[in-house]
Every structure is written in structure tokens, then in C-alpha cells.
């Protein structure tokens, strides 16, 4: 299987818990329909605020199972697409768009099924003036992401793996799954063993 597939049956808590807390996105960054899981390789966007031409040269570049993760500042007046421009997306075969930012046509965009996270929906479009840059590092909802390193997101939120770091953070995080298993299936709705799970964890 590829990493990226095998990142994508993993809860974005245990690869969180592997990356000791450091490489998750803001947790305003929220997908708009708690189903959504994405996981893929990013295909970066750095946005002046308010200004979404680049966008558009993105989804033309970007190839299909890539992830669009857009810095767009965090503004939130100025959309920085809407059904349309997703849509395009969708079709073209990008996997998911993570924006630092907000969309609009939120009815239309939640008709697509496809996994959008983004701090939430405006009324109105960004200009097109065309300033912006794509495949290079930006910040994103607080992290710093490379063209090429692993996103994965999920109800919770989103979480990136540095490329140099995927084979040890897949380990740890599959590491850290089994953990929660057996730590569920020790107590597994027994008062007794709750209580004795807990002695041992204060003690
Ligand atoms: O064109 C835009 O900037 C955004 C928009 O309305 C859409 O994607 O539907």
C-alpha cells in the first residue's frame, strides 16, 4: 500500500500524538461535513489575502490525488472559492483543498461531497489581480508545509507529516492506534477495571 494510503486509515489524534502536537493546523481549520477524511500530498497555494487568481493556477497545475492546502491568511470577508472553482477541482482529480481562509456557496459546495476544511463561508469573491505563488513553503492555519509533505485531515481537524519524517510517523502513529485499542479493550465498560485504570494512572 502507499503511505499516503496507509496514512489516510489513521485518526489525525494518534498522528497528532506521533508528532507530539506540533503539526496540526489551527482547529478553526474544520472540515464543513464531519465525514470528510483526506489524505494526500500537498500541492501548495500562497495567497494575498482577498486575491484568488492563483488559486485557478493551482488547480491547473496541481496533479490528481494531490491535496490544494492554500495560505490565504486567515482572511475571512473574501472568498477564496466557491462551488465553482471547487467543483473544478473535484473533476480534475485534486483529493481534497484545506484553506486557511473561508468559501462561499456553501450550499452548492457541501452538494460536491468533497473534503473541504476551511474556517468557513463569506458572500463575497476575491479579486483576480493575480499576485500569489504556488509549490513553495507557506504557513498554514499556524504550520509550516512543503510542496510534497503528507496532509491528512478528518473530523477532528487537520494534521501534516513532513516528507523527511513519514516512514517514522506512520510507525509511531499505527504504534499509537494499537495503543488506544488495547487501552479501550483493558477497561471496555467495566467499572472495576475503570477504577483500577485510573489508580494505576494517578499513582
Ligand atoms: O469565482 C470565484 O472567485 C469564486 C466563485 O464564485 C466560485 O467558485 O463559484
Redesign the pocket.
Known amino acids: 500500500m502507499k503511505i499516503v494510503d496507509e496514512f489516510h486509515e489513521i485518526p489525525t489524534t494518534c498522528i497528532s500524538d506521533a508528532l507530539q502536537g506540533l503539526e496540526n493546523l489551527h482547529s478553526a481549520i474544520k472540515p464543513l461535513k464531519e465525514e470528510y477524511r483526506v489524505a494526500g500530498r500537498a500541492f501548495t497555494v500562497k495567497m494575498v489575502a482577498g486575491d ?1 487568481l492563483v488559486v485557478l493556477k493551482a488547480i491547473r497545475e496541481a496533479q490528481p490525488g494531490d491535496v490544494l492546502v492554500i495560505d490565504a491568511k486567515g482572511e475571512k470577508n473574501r ?1 477564496v ?6 467543483g473544478m477541482a473535484q473533476t480534475l482529480g485534486i483529493t481534497g483543498v484545506i484553506v486557511d481562509g473561508v468559501i ?2 456553501i450550499i452548492g459546495t457541501k452538494e460536491l461531497n468533497y473534503p473541504i476544511f476551511c474556517k468557513g463561508s463569506t458572500i463575497a ?2 479579486g ?1 489581480a493575480g499576485e500569489g505563488d504556488i509549490n513553495v513553503p507557506i504557513s498554514c492555519g499556524g504550520v509550516t508545509i512543503h510542496p510534497g509533505d503528507i496532509i491528512v485531515g478528518d473530523a477532528d481537524g487537520v494534521v501534516v507529516i513532513p516528507q523527511e519524517r513519514e516512514e517514522e510517523i506512520l510507525a509511531k502513529s499505527l504504534e499509537k492506534v494499537e495503543k488506544d485499542r488495547i487501552r479501550s479493550e483493558m477497561v471496555s465498560g467495566d467499572k472495576k477495571k475503570i477504577i483500577e485504570y485510573l489508580d494505576r494512572s494517578i499513582s
Open positions: 484568488n472568498a472559492a466557491g462551488d465553482f472553482v471547487l462561499r456557496d469573491a476575491s483576480k
